[in-house]
């Protein structure tokens, strides 16, 4: 597993997301923080992973696998090189509205 440094897709409360490369494919690496991670965190890691894995369908990104290197948690999916905002914008703005 790859990171690219300063590669950042994005970030949230509890995790930063960044491109990255796994044998031989981009994937997304959802680094989770805090580093130092309490029980409840370890708990909330868990949900989500239990969750995620036991997905398959084409509209859900792929959880590759887990990575613990401690002090680091990362989650490693599938890379979607499109912006989902986008094309839902793009959407909306093919519509016409009538009142």
Known sequence: LKVV???VLGAG???????????DQ???VKAFRPVELCDEDVEKIGREIGI???LRHRN?????????????VCAV???????LSVE?????????WTA
């Open 60 to 72: 859900v990104v792929y959880l590759h696998g887990l990575c613990v290197r401690p002090p680091a």
């Open 26 to 28: 981009d994937v997304a």
């Open 13 to 23: 409360a509890s995790a930063t997301v960044f491109r990255g490369s796994y044998r």
């Open 77 to 83: 999916y599938e890379f979607c090189d499109h912006d």
């Open 52 to 54: 995620v894995a036991g």
């Open 5 to 7: 440094e300063g590669a």
């Open 88 to 96: 839902i914008r793009d959407r909306i703005s093919d519509k016409t």
